[in-house]
């Protein structure tokens, strides 16, 4: 890629991937693409492929220009090459938290201890920025021609590349990972208009951002309990059992493979989702 794709970004030279950053987001943008090249190292390893990736770090008035998700904030992936990432904190992570008189004594304490800051206020930036590898996965899903079956499934592959990644590169990470989607999914889901796999789906991101939102973070809590259960080679299992493959399954044929080819957990996602 040229400059002249990006004409009014910075472009960082410290990194065998094209970097590009909004001025002002550079600092941000360095630690970015650190996380990006170690989870690029630690992955491409563990899954046998190395895709390319260019990386977007941007300021407000960057994302309408080369962002594709409307909200500020949200990391995506804007091709099968390049991710796009916020290099400020924002509202949409700020309206993300609910307040702290709302929380059970217990999840506002875990909040605060993972995410407080001196003025008393939550900030999400840490485990917001985290999402980049997340998206990350998506580059080796497209890349590689991993052919999930279904949308959830391979949101919730790039949660467990996620998790592992952050287990083995970012331990100390770990509860800025979990503290928020734990939270969320233990809040009660009375008002949430989608709960189903089958909404998910169905939908996509049409749920809408706080929807999507509930939905990626219980894919969160599964990865977790899916890596304790079975490690890196749950990873790398479902990655086989769906590499250059475009089957059409049933649930119940997806099931029977998740749970033979991949790890029985990964199965669980799909036959015990319950709200």
Known sequence: MSLNQYPNLI??????????????TEQQAQSIAVRCRNAHEFLGSALEFEPQMNVLVLAPEHWNEYANFPVYGMPHYTDERTLAVAGQDNGFWRGMTPPAEVLPPEAAQAMKAAYGQPDGSINLSPFF?????????????????????????????????????????????????ETFPQMVANLGVAELRYRSLEDFERLYIDVG?????????????????????????????????????????????????LREDAHPEIERVLTAWSV
């Open 11 to 24: 472009e960082l030279s410290d990194f065998q991937f094209p970097v590009y950053a909004s001025a002002g």
């Open 209 to 257: 951002a706080q929807n999507y939102g509930w939905y990626q973070c219980r894919f969160h809590v599964a990865a977790k309990r899916i890596y304790e259960a079975g490690g890196i080679e749950a990873l790398q299992r479902l990655w086989k059992a769906f590499l250059q493959s475009d089957e059409k399954l049933s649930d119940e044929q997806l099931a029977a493979r």
């Open 129 to 177: 920025d985290m999402l980049t590898v997340h998206e990350l996965g998506h580059l080796f899903q497209f890349q590689a021609k991993c052919q999930f079956p279904r949308l959830w499934l391979a949101e919730l592959f790039c949660n467990i590349c996620l998790h592992a990644n952050v287990v083995a590169r970012e331990p100390e990470q770990l509860p800025a990972l």
